[in-house]
């Protein structure tokens, strides 16, 4: 398909939630995480008495981990996924909100955060003695490649990484007690690809629209190459001690 084919069929195509679906086979990606975030909540669940996902998206992870246990909520901040998460979630029993202020100090076991921002004093309030906090992370610097290549600004939050996270959570007063981080190459075949990708994850270029940037995105589009870009993640486990 031509440029505006393909600019088009962008920013129509629907999604909801966390389903990048639509982008099957135009991104890919080199290299798996050493760690399964999945698998490292499912480990524990035959333990955990009440569970807290931070920014669950669509529900679509916490859902595939059913059955949970009972006291199981979840938050997002996202507007447009608040309705779908709900609608998933609801089935299962979970409260889904948009903020933790509701809940009562000691009110979890386990607290899990895929990608999503929190504050560490929070955390440490809302955990129960010995309890655990779960969390993947995107580092600040995370596909900077794009905000390169379309002359876009670096991210407001450059600076987030492994050791600032490590620190936040000690000084908040939690252990940590494993940590992890690793770099992968993500690739966008197509024009209308990353467009997509700018629209269903807003925050790495915020008010990307194709307009201000058509000139650059053109420039991508007549190269005919791939644009590569440095995916970074970090995780965490802590703990509040016994």
């Known amino acids: 398909m031509g440029y505006d084919e393909l600019i088009d069929e962008a920013l129509t195509t629907d999604f909801e939630g966390w389903d990048f679906s639509a982008l099957k086979g135009r991104i890919t990606y080199e290299g798996t995480l050493p760690w399964d975030y999945e698998q490292l909540v499912r480990d524990r669940l035959p333990t955990t008495k009440a569970l807290l996902d931070l920014g669950t ?6 859902a595939s981990l059913a059955p949970l246990p009972h006291g199981t909520a979840a938050t997002e901040r996202h507007a447009p996924n608040l309705p779908v998460a709900r609608r998933r979630l609801a089935p299962l ?3 889904v909100t948009d903020t933790t ?8 076991d386990l607290i899990t955060s895929r ?7 929070e955390i440490r309030r809302l955990l129960t003695p010995g309890g655990t906090f ?7 610097r995370d596909l900077e490649e794009l905000n390169t290549a379309l002359k876009a600004p670096p991210h407001d939050n450059a600076t ?15 252990d940590v007690i494993w940590s992890a981080e690793a770099t992968s190459t993500t690739t966008f075949h197509d024009i209308g690809a990353l467009v ?3 629209r269903m994850v807003p925050w790495q270029i915020p008010a990307f629209d194709v307009q201000t940037y058509a000139p650059h995105l053109r420039t991508l589009h007549e190269s005919r190459a791939p644009l590569k870009a440095t995916a970074h993640r970090f995780a965490l486990l802590a703990s509040t001690g016994p």
């Open 134 to 140: 779960l969390t993947q992370q995107v580092a600040g």
């Open 57 to 62: 998206g669509g529900g679509e992870l916490l």
């Open 101 to 108: 202020a509701t809940f009562p100090d000691a009110s979890f």
């Open 160 to 174: 987030w990484s492994l050791p600032e996270a490590t620190n936040g959570l000690r000084d908040a007063g939690l």
């Open 196 to 198: 997509l990708f700018l």
């Open 93 to 95: 029993g979970v409260e």
């Open 115 to 121: 990608h999503e921002a929190y504050d560490p004093h």
